[in-house]
Nanobody, 115 residues
C-alpha cells in the first residue's frame, strides 16, 4: 500500500504558474507509472499527464506545451509544473500511483485560476 499527499494548489490569475507536488509514503521506483488527474465541478475526472518508471511522459492535448510532469526518485515525489494557466484549468488535482498489483489515489489539491 502507498499513501499519496498532494500539495501546491491555490489561487492564481490567468497566465500564472503553479507547481503541484505529490509525495509518496514509499519508494516510487517500484511504481509502473505515476499520473496527475483533475476534476472540475460538475465534470468527470480526467487524465492530465503520466510519467513512467522509464521517465517517458505523456500529456492530455489540453495541457500539452503548458504543463510538465517530472519525478524526483530520491524524494519519492512527483511534480506537475503548470504554466500559462487558464480559467478552464480550475479543478481539484489528484495524484495516482500505478503499481503491479493496484492503483492508489491522493486526496487532491484545489487549483483555482481567476480570469
Amino acid at each position: 500500500q502507498v499513501q499519496l499527499v498532494e500539495s501546491g494548489g491555490g489561487l492564481v490569475q490567468a497566465g500564472g504558474s503553479l507547481r503541484l507536488s505529490c509525495a509518496a509514503s514509499r519508494s516510487i521506483l517500484s511504481m509502473i507509472s505515476m499520473a496527475w488527474y483533475r476534476q472540475a465541478p460538475g465534470k468527470e475526472r480526467e487524465w492530465v499527464a503520466t510519467i513512467s518508471s522509464g521517465l517517458y511522459t505523456n500529456y492530455a492535448d489540453s495541457v500539452k506545451g503548458r504543463f510538465t510532469i517530472s519525478r524526483d526518485n530520491a524524494k519519492n515525489t512527483v511534480y506537475l509544473q503548470m504554466n500559462s494557466l487558464k480559467p478552464e484549468d480550475t479543478a481539484v488535482y489528484y495524484c495516482k500511483a500505478n503499481l503491479p498489483y493496484g492503483s492508489y489515489w491522493g486526496q487532491g489539491t484545489q487549483v483555482t485560476v481567476s480570469s
